[in-house]
């Protein structure tokens, strides 16, 4: 039999050691939380993805966020999908059957009104409701705000023509003049038609494929602007800023 000291001894020993045991838990709990949080920060402070020119928001967001960023972005593949093939064939009919333009608009006028005015009529022979034709009326402020829109972006193409031809700067000058050279040359290889319908093109798919493949084409887009930058750099160094009229500019 062991004594009341014995027992007494051992209950402490028992007691001592599970409140060890409590310490070197809670030590440890409160270590892995720490790590985890650690972690956490350090997740959180991952450098940001770099956008393309400096994009803050989504695409969508940029192109308006409505119907028209939703037909370019391809949202419904049905709707755009069917714009671009009436596109497509409306291309095909001017380029490649040699329609021209005031021909197709008075034939599809000519079909247009001729369902609608056989089906006016026809309509109650075969109990069937005539077609409903919208009134489209053109609003005051509608025009007005359309002129305004229009008036601005021609105020602004003149005063950037006049700025080019006064010979202050010389950077817009040789940037305008590349430019139009470049469409010259474009223009020359392409007719008109081709060319619009070209541009349509890859506005109306370059968006939806950027924003398929965002995070490959921003690291190549990023590596080709610092490209340019370096490029650029080299040729003020030789050649612009041994120009007198831009190196007055840099001093000023």
């Avoid at 391809?74 to 714009?83: D, E, L, M, P």
């Avoid at 402020?141 to 006064?166: D, G, M």
Wanted: hydrophobic share 40%; proline share 2%; charged share 25%.
């Amino acid at each position: 039999m062991m004594s009341e000291g014995e027992e007494h001894g051992s209950l402490l020993e028992k007691i001592n050691d599970k409140i060890h045991d409590k310490i070197h838990d809670y030590k440890h709990s409160s270590s892995s939380s720490s790590s985890d949080s650690d972690d956490d920060k350090k997740k959180s402070k991952k450098p940001k993805k770099k956008k393309l020119f400096g994009r803050k928001h989504s695409l969508h967001r940029v192109l308006g966020a409505g119907k028209a960023a939703d037909l370019v972005l391809w949202r419904n593949k049905q709707t755009s999908g069917s714009i671009l093939a009436g596109v497509t064939v409306i291309w095909m009919l001017f380029e490649g059957i040699g329609y021209h333009l005031l021909t197709f608009i008075c034939h599809m006028l000519i079909v247009f009104l001729t369902v609608c005015f056989v089906w006016s009529n026809a309509a109650s022979f075969i109990n069937r409701s005539p077609p409903k034709f919208p009134e489209v009326i053109l609003s005051e402020v509608q025009c007005l705000k359309f002129a305004h829109i229009v008036r601005k972006e021609i105020n602004e193409a003149f005063y950037t023509l006049r700025n080019v031809a006064s010979g202050k700067d010389l950077k817009t000058y040789l940037t305008s003049v590349g430019v139009l050279w470049f469409i010259s040359i474009i223009g020359g290889c392409f007719s008109f038609l081709t060319l619009s319908y070209t541009i349509f093109l890859m506005a109306y798919t370059l968006p939806m494929l950027y924003e398929k493949y965002e995070d490959q084409v921003d690291v190549v887009g990023e590596k080709a602007l610092i490209e340019i930058k370096k490029q650029y750099a080299v040729l003020d160094e030789k050649l612009l800023s041994k120009i007198p009229m831009l190196s007055d500019k840099k001093q000023h």
